[in-house]
């Protein structure tokens, strides 16, 4: 089934999801300022039968003219055809031939009436036989391009034209039945696609048929609402059949009320890429890390800081690092204190501490060992022994003592002497 008020949407990116329906606004002066048809492949059937006076087919002709100016027409927009027809039929040009409008008005003015009879069947037949052929300009199914015929006629057909226009339809042609003056409405009704009351047209005399041009225009062509800006969509507006729907920007979902978007919570799970911490900002996030971790230049990936790097510490002597943060750790000989920061010199001769057996002397962060009186440190520097005691001998004394070792001498080497004579 055609839709022939529908706008492509204006161009902002592609869409993540389909818009929905939103509320209509048309006018004949918004029409003015904001119409574009879309593209077609449009087939006037014009009836030049006897009963059509030349001065009336003049007016026909006017009237193709003035459709034309109202279409947006072109090889990639919508193509035109025109077929004449009485008892016989005539392609006057068909959709291949022009894509600019004067040329297809020149074509238009020269057209001649054939006269004699109205089968009207036979040109309904003759369009899908020769006209709707991708040799003559039809675009390819694949295309999406609607078909469309608008008969323009004042009589009767002479020829059964239900079974025809029934066949065309069902190919995807959708038909317009304009009646003039003398037409048979039945006759109308049995060729046009419905729904009816918007396929079927009539005015009583070739006088006026001007004045289908603009119903026309209201049919081939959608009021863009969203150009108008009387919509009101808090975002993105899309132009639809006439109508218009509401979008939301990237990073944004629309709310139930059709009209305003809310931002989507980025940083929830599987949205982000984040490698620890996500903060939402504005329908968008950014990527921040832990305390004692830095953001790599990827703006997703954190590593830890050297947080035992002069300045990010306050250990007194020793920083360990450890996964993004720190502990405090002191030399030999010292320990931390209760702050875990700071340190104290450990007492060395403290019970427990130190291997000496008697006496312990604390000296800075190390020990000497010494014994008590009457004792004397042994060589392992540990152990002590008991010290050895003797008298003391006065000089006098002394003098003494060497006196009679030196007549002992003395006397020993005399009976020495005598004893070997």
Known sequence: MLVLVVLRPAARGSPRRQPRPGGLSRSHAAADTACKNQPLDLVFIIDSSRSVRPEEFEKVKIFLSKMIDTLDVGERTTRVAVMNYASTVKVEFPLRAYFDKASMKEAISHIEPLSAGTMTGLAIQTAMDEVFTEEMGTRPATFNIPKVVIVVTDGRPQDQVQ???????????????????????????????????????????????????????????????????????????????????????EGYT?????????????????????????????????????????????????????????????????????????????????????????????????????????????????????????????????????AITSSLVTTEESCKCEAIAALQDSVTSRLEALSTK
């Open 163 to 249: 079974d025809v226009a029934a066949s065309a339809r069902t190919a995807g042609i959708e038909i317009y039945a304009v009646g003039v003056d003398r037409a048979d409405m039945q006759s109308l009704r049995i060729m046009a696609s419905e729904p009816l009351d918007e396929h079927v047209f009539y005015v009583e005399t070739y006088g006026v048929i001007e004045k289908l041009t603009s119903k026309f225009r209201e049919t081939f062509c959608a009021v863009n609402v969203c150009a108008l800006g009387t919509h009101d969509c808090e975002q993105v507006c899309v132009s639809n059949s006439g109508s218009y729907l509401c979008d939301c920007y």
């Open 254 to 386: 629309l709310n139930p009320d059709k009209r305003t978007c809310s931002a989507v919570d980025m940083c929830a799970p599987g949205r982000h890429e984040c490698d620890q911490i996500c903060v939402s900002n504005n329908g968008s996030y950014v990527c921040e890390c832990y305390e004692g971790y830095t953001l790599n230049p990827d703006k997703k990936t954190c590593s830890a800081k050297d947080m035992c790097a002069p300045g990010r510490h306050d250990c007194a002597q020793v920083c360990r690092s450890r996964d993004g943060s720190y502990s405090c750790d002191c030399y030999e000989g010292y320990t931390l204190n209760p702050d875990k920061k700071t340190c104290s010199a450990v007492d060395m001769c403290a019970p427990g501490r130190h291997d000496c057996e008697q006496v312990c002397v604390r000296d800075d962060l190390f020990y000497t060992c010494d014994c008590y009186q009457g004792y004397t440190l042994n060589p392992d520097k540990k152990t002590c022994s008991r």
